[in-house]
């Protein structure tokens, strides 16, 4: 399976999925990277106030 990391060592990409970062530093969405317009997928992140994730 492909890693693709950044410079600062955050993920960007796992295999078929890219991570979309906020201006926060956490990851607000997990999108999969596919060519076919009809099959989206997307998941958003949700962040408390004090940093944990609250659900996806």
């Known amino acids: 399976m492909d890693l693709k990391y ?4 955050k993920l960007l990409e796992i295999g078929l999925f890219k991570f979309i970062y906020g201006a926060n ?3 607000e969405k997990k ?4 060519q076919d ?3 989206p997928y997307e998941e958003i992140f ?4 004090l940093g944990r994730l609250k659900g996806s």
Do not use: Y
Request: hydrophobic share 35%; proline share 6%; charged share 35%.
């Open 25 to 27: 530093g956490r990851v």
């Open 46 to 49: 949700e962040w408390d106030q």
């Open 31 to 34: 999108v999969f990277i596919n």
């Open 37 to 39: 317009p009809n099959f």
């Open 6 to 9: 950044d410079k600062e060592n």
